[in-house]
């Protein structure tokens, strides 16, 4: 009897460490690719401008935009919120909801968003340089794809926000209309929201 | 009164339906946002709307007047 436990408790301590092992191995959080970065361009396109208006050239060039681009996330955050099956969180967690995740690389969670496909959930940083980080564990390919769904529907409310934000900046009163048409490419229905800036 | 309509459908932002701006202002206008926006890390499409166009043809229009 007591050889039968030692055999057995030999072979539990074993297996699970091997197990975890091999999973760590594959299961990770890590920084995903992002879309939202400052072009290269942007130097040339002020160059441009201060040869008619180096005023304003400046003072574009002066401007700290990553505190704005933190708002903007934070904003975007709260308005997908309101999205049917998206709840709001402040961590992530690994594949096993074990280790919850503040920041990871040095890169600070502004928030993240979970659904029932994505429990764990998908953090948003923003970098010292304000480039849009998605942090998040895509170990399964289910989580890949809900990841992949996620950020689209982020970037487009980041996108309405950068954009309302901006037209405020330069004096606009801003107003959102959101409307549905038919996508002449697909037949289906898209939706596409309007940020009308108003000036006198 | 002017007017700017930005659109953004499937993670695309385009710039769009510039109203009641006079001569240049339209494009310097429409310099400024595109700019803004670059800074910000948001690449924009600006399309060419009958107004947008209709402002630029004045634009042009006013420009070849003081020209004369």
């Known amino acids: 009897m007591v050889f039968y436990d030692q055999k057995k408790r030999a072979h539990?301590?074993?297996?699970?460490?091997?197990?975890?092992?091999?999973?760590?191995?594959m299961c990770k959080v890590v920084v995903l690719t992002t879309q939202l970065v400052v072009p290269h361009i942007l130097s040339d396109m002020l160059e441009k401008?201060?040869?008619?208006?180096?005023?304003?050239?400046k003072w574009i060039k002066d401007m700290d935009t990553v505190p704005i681009i933190k708002e903007c996330v934070q904003n975007a955050i709260e308005k997908l919120k309101a999205d049917g099956g998206i709840r709001m969180d402040k961590t992530i967690t690994d594949y096993y909801g074990k280790t919850q995740?503040?920041?990871?690389?040095?890169?600070?969670?502004?928030?993240?968003i979970k659904t029932d496909a994505l429990p764990n959930g998908m953090g948003i940083a923003v970098d010292a340089k304000g480039t849009v980080k998605f942090i998040a564990d895509e170990y399964r390919s289910g989580w890949q794809a809900e990841i992949k769904r996620l950020q689209g529907l982020f970037q487009d409310v980041f996108l309405q926000e950068t954009a309302k934000t901006i037209l405020s900046i330069i004096g606009y009163k801003v107003d959102t209309h959101t409307s549905v048409v038919d996508d002449p490419e697909t037949g289906e229905k898209k939706q596409v929201v309007n940020i009308v800036g108003v000036a006198q | 009164?002017?007017?700017?309509?930005?659109?953004?459908?499937?993670?695309?932002?385009?710039?769009?339906?510039f109203e009641g701006f006079p001569g240049d202002t339209c494009s310097d206008e429409e310099e400024v946002i595109?700019?803004?926006?670059?800074?910000?890390?948001?690449?924009?499409?600006?399309?060419?709307?009958?107004?947008?166009?209709?402002?630029?043809?004045?634009?042009?229009?006013?420009?070849?007047?003081h020209r004369a």
């Open chain 1, 12 to 25: 539990l301590s074993q297996k699970p460490t091997q197990h975890t092992q091999k999973e760590a191995l």
């Open chain 1, 49 to 57: 401008l201060a040869g008619r208006n180096p005023a304003l050239a």
């Open chain 1, 101 to 112: 995740y503040k920041s990871h690389e040095g890169l600070d969670i502004i928030g993240a």
């Open chain 2, 1 to 17: 009164m002017r007017k700017i309509v930005v659109s953004v459908e499937k993670g695309k932002l385009s710039v769009d339906f």
């Open chain 2, 34 to 65: 595109r700019l803004l926006l670059a800074k910000m890390g948001v690449r924009t499409d600006v399309q060419q709307s009958d107004s947008k166009s209709e402002a630029e043809v004045q634009s042009h229009a006013e420009r070849e007047k």
